[in-house]
């Protein structure tokens, strides 16, 4: 299989696990709960998840980028 198309697969579980983050009835979890050190719960969630994803998408990229 193609190192691109290998590299777009994953990606797109990426999406889809994205989707589901921060789409999902998860995130009604942190509604729920209170503050955590003085800021929502609901929000380091949010900013956590989106930083994940940010960082486990330039993993994907960078290890695609230095095979080639």
Do not use: C, K, N, T
């Amino acid at each position: 299989m193609p190192r691109a198309s290998l590299a777009r697969q994953r990606l797109l579980v990426l999406f889809l696990a994205g989707l589901l983050m921060l789409f999902s009835p998860l995130i009604g979890q942190f509604e729920a709960l209170d503050r955590l050190l003085g800021i929502p719960a609901l929000l380091i969630y949010l900013f956590l998840a989106w930083a994940a994803i940010i960082g486990v998408a330039a993993w994907i990229l960078s290890r695609d980028r230095y095979r080639h």
